[in-house]
């Protein structure tokens, strides 16, 4: 390629401009609040009335930049018990703690063992809360040497510290759940850290602050020359910082978190991470990359990072380094003090020698084959054949301007589609996450952190939940404190949806809850209307016109739907709407049967949502005919309404399967009302439809 050395300036430039802000929500921020939420409903097996208590961290807590190539492999989730408790040896028992522990909580010293960074826990004392001023006393326990193991016999789903749960839909990221202890103080073996000498103010006071007090963890995972020994293997525990990182790696600018990921991206994709050596030899990981950038953000001027800005320069730079500690087996941990996370049985020689090699013109040529090449193949044919076959700098410019105009312009498509995978997937998840009030809480909060509005619309399914329940089972006292949790936050009216009287009146009760829900459905269909005007056309009362049929208002809902199919009407981008099982009472019996149909004959639809979804203008030709031939209208209105659905079905592709079920079921019952002659003197191009 000719003008080679310029083409490192043409990286920078690529990458600058792909590797966006991380919009508000998207599908791995939502997968891994519905994942929580699912675990804090869970109790440890063997106990009760512990409570578990989880942190999204890894990748998904850690960067705030989109790149085009994703940067997130899977979901890692650490979670501790409430009823468990780390403590730094010596340190005084603790006389308050989060509102999120248990009222008796078992503490384990922290022993140091002759690894740095690795420790032991020795049970020592029970923390007793009184009700009375809400301190907690301290019990010592008769016996001193009780450690607590860090696995059990059987560790065959233990991967490193993490239980590995697979993914159940194609669409969902993998995940590694990790059990921990959490220790509110900041621990001894990185006593240095907080005050240690810094010459560029990183990371800046505020940081170090709230670092600290974030305290660590510490995982069950020993050390990795360690595992086999027989005592050690099975005692043996890990301080985790990951608390820490979450915080500081926030903090970086984007030049720092774009390096990051390209240097991860690098590592990976040359398989010089966690290589498949089937020998004890230690291989290089993510951590140690991130360890390598902590110190670079500390060691380096913010001058190194911002002038004269060539984002290959910077990673040539931090690889020669890296070479340098891998030559040198010296890898110094970023918290503790004398912890070296190489030794001499790691089998990185070769590793050490090819990062040793790499210069400014290979990783510019490589960034270009490697990362600009990957990301070309994820545009349009038109934008991504130039970039195919590239020869000169100019031809390369060309086609990475193209990609960059074709990144810019899908920012609100892509968002557009997290939403839409949101709203598929909360209504999935909120029944199989045993609906509780802690999970309500959970989701309410964290939601309400991504965007307000998937707090109505988590409030709104979870409401169309309570009720089905109740249709089927009849109240009882466990809903209440969950109706409570979920409309205090949204309206004032759980008092009267609580009240005495109501709960005997069984269909009253759903009534009014469906009433609720859909008006939460409908302020959320608003929002996304509102955001997304410019994307794709989204009328707001499709639930409020079905809620109107179901309660035999047929002519508001005929008035509601009418409206949205002249709304919808020759719209290339319509919304969908999903008949999930909390849904389903809002529905006519027929969607219902024909939803249920599809099911019995192919479960695999229950997975893929696209079978069991139906067009908002669809489900308005629905409830606009059901209304028409419900209040009797006249010959010419209905043949209007059936060249609107011969038009409707045309337009939906074969795949649609509801939606061609459903306008065909309606185009059967328009028939049946008109005769031969009237079907034929009428158009199949409507302009304009009769509403009385």
């Known amino acids: 390629m000719a003008d080679e050395c310029d083409v490192s300036e043409i990286v920078t430039k690529f ?36 409570e578990i208590i989880p942190l999204t961290t890894g990748s998904v807590a850690e960067f705030y930049i989109e790149p085009m190539l994703p ?5 890692d989730v650490m979670f501790h018990h409430n009823t468990q408790l780390a403590i730094p040896r010596g340190h005084p028992p603790p006389t308050q703690l989060p509102a999120e522990f248990h009222s008796y909580v078992k503490v384990h010293e922290i022993i140091d063992s002759h690894l740095p960074g690795y420790v032991y826990l020795r049970f020592s004392y029970l923390l007793t809360r009184f009700t009375v001023d809400g301190k907690y006393y301290h019990y010592a326990c008769e016996e001193t040497n009780i450690y607590y193991a860090s696995r059990d016999n059987d560790s065959t789903n233990i991967h490193g510290p993490a239980t590995l749960t697979d993914r159940s839909n194609s669409s969902q990221l993998s995940v590694d759940s990790v059990l921990c202890i959490h220790c509110l103080v900041w621990p001894q073996q990185a006593a240095d850290w907080p005050t240690r000498h810094r010459n560029y103010d ?13 305290g660590c963890d510490v995982v069950r995972v020993a050390h990795r020359l360690c595992k086999q020994h027989e005592w050690m293997g099975k005692f043996q525990w890990r301080l985790s910082f990951s608390r820490a990182e979450i915080v500081l790696i926030n903090s970086w600018m984007p030049v720092q978190q774009i390096v990051y990921h390209l240097l991860r991206y690098f590592m990976k994709t040359e398989r010089l991470t966690d290589c498949a050596d089937k020998s004890e030899a230690g291989t290089l990981s993510n951590y140690h990359i991130k360890t390598l950038m902590l110190w670079a953000c500390e060691l380096k001027p913010r001058s190194w990072w911002t002038a004269n800005l060539n984002l290959v320069r910077i990673c040539v730079e931090l690889l020669n380094t890296l070479s340098v500690w891998m030559t040198d087996i010296r890898c110094p941990h970023y918290f503790v003090n004398n912890c070296n996370l190489l030794d001499n049985s790691f089998n990185v020689g070769s590793v050490a020698s090819k990062l040793m090699s790499i210069d400014e013109d290979y990783l510019s040529t490589w960034f270009v084959n490697n990362y600009i090449g990957q990301c070309a193949q994820r545009c349009p044919n038109n934008v991504s054949r130039l970039y195919s076959g590239v020869c000169t700098r100019n031809e390369l410019q060309n086609a990475v301007s193209r990609i960059i105009r074709w990144r810019l312009n899908t920012t609100l498509d892509d968002l557009w589609h997290a939403v839409r995978f949101a709203e598929y997937y909360i209504p999935r998840h909120v029944p199989e996450n045993s609906l509780s009030v802690r999970s309500c809480i959970y989701c309410v909060n964290e939601l309400t952190k991504i965007d307000e509005c998937f707090t109505v619309y988590f409030s709104a399914t979870a409401l169309l939940h309570v009720a089905y329940k109740i249709s089927r089972n009849g109240f009882s006292d466990e809903v209440v404190p969950i109706l409570s949790t979920i409309l205090e936050r949204s309206f004032s009216q759980f008092c009267g949806v609580l009240s005495p009287p109501l709960r005997s009146n069984i269909p009253e009760l759903v009534g009014l809850l469906q009433k609720s829900a859909v008006e939460h459905l409908t302020t959320f269909r608003q929002l996304e209307a509102r955001l ?7 009328v707001t009362t499709d639930f409020e016109a079905l809620y109107a049929y179901k309660r035999g208002d047929y002519q508001r809902c005929l008035q509601l739907s009418t409206q949205n199919v002249h709304t919808l009407w020759n719209k290339v981008n319509m919304f969908d709407v999903q008949t999930f099982p909390e849904f389903i009472p809002l529905m006519d ?45 006249s010959m010419t209105s209905l043949a209007q309404t059936l060249d609107y659905i011969k038009v409707a079905q045309r337009r939906h592709p074969r795949w649609c399967v509801l939606d061609q079920l459903t306008l065909k079921l309606i185009e059967r019952k328009v028939t049946k009302h008109l005769p031969a002659a009237a079907i034929l003197n009428f158009s199949t191009k409507p302009n304009n439809l009769a509403v009385s």
């Open 15 to 50: 990458l600058f401009n792909t590797c966006r802000l991380l919009p508000r929500v998207t599908e791995r921020n939502m997968q891994a609040v519905m994942l929580c939420a699912f675990m804090v409903t869970k109790h440890p097996e063997d106990d009760e009335e512990a």
């Open 71 to 75: 940067n997130v492999g899977d979901i």
């Open 202 to 214: 990183w990371p800046d006071s505020a940081t170090l602050d709230r670092v600290v007090s974030n």
């Open 532 to 538: 997304f005007v410019s994307v794709v056309t989204i």
């Open 589 to 633: 019996v027929d969607i219902v049967s024909l939803t249920a149909l599809i099911l019995m004959e192919n479960q695999e639809c229950r997975d893929d949502s696209g079978y069991v979804c139906i067009s908002q203008v669809t489900l308005s030709l629905y409830l606009m005919t059901q209304c028409q031939l419900k209040l009797g209208h």
